[in-house]
């Protein structure tokens, strides 16, 4: 006999992502910026990761997601509806990137797929706040941080659950706005979109040298 009480749940779900196919959650950056710092959100489809040029030598990419996703590596549609049917432990996760700091150079460095990139500026004491808020996580766990050689990047528990009323885009979201940034719509399908000034860009591997890359993945 079918379960109706999860069934209800899952058509109500799929008719909720059906509406909200069509939003995007629309980011202004702060301004006036006295000192600045380049600020990067990658789109990988339906979830988006932040990069940050801490310093001119430090670049760190940061995500968020599902730990039996990322990490325990159990995916597909199944999964997936599970996932956003209830709360389940969620990943921190981040990577150190290579050679400049430009996107076209990040496309062998990136275990996920960079379909555009929004490009922003925000003050650096902000960004570099907000990095060492990100790592401190990581350096606050006991268990050596589970590195994802498929996504290239290391994992550690987040202490807030995954759903999806707080997936992967909220989060870049929300560290959007300890930057100072403003949001306007939801984020939850992903689609984010950049009010000026910002731009978004297409990447393309073969602008970038291949001597600008680097074999270190040390965050």
Known sequence: MTNRPNLTRVLLLLLLVWLLAGCAATLKPPTPIDQHAEVFVLDHGRHNSLVLVVAEDRVMRYAFGEWRWYVDGETGPLRSL??????????????????????????????????????????????????????????????????????????????????????????????LELLDFEVRGSPMIGRLRALQPGRSVMVDSSNCSAASHSDSNDA
Request: with cysteine; glycine share 6%.
């Open 82 to 175: 599970d996932a956003l049917l209830r709360a389940t432990p969620s990943a921190l996760g981040r990577m150190r990137l290579h050679g400049p700091p430009q996107p076209d150079c990040w496309v062998d460095q990136v275990g996920s797929e960079i379909r555009s990139v929004l490009v922003f500026v925000a003050e650096r004491s902000r960004v570099e706040a907000l990095a060492r808020a990100i790592d401190s996580r990581f350096e606050g766990v006991d268990a050596e941080p589970y590195y994802s050689q498929l996504l290239n990047l290391e994992f550690v528990r987040h202490d807030r659950a995954y759903s999806l009323g707080f997936n992967s885009n909220h989060q870049v979201v929300a560290w």
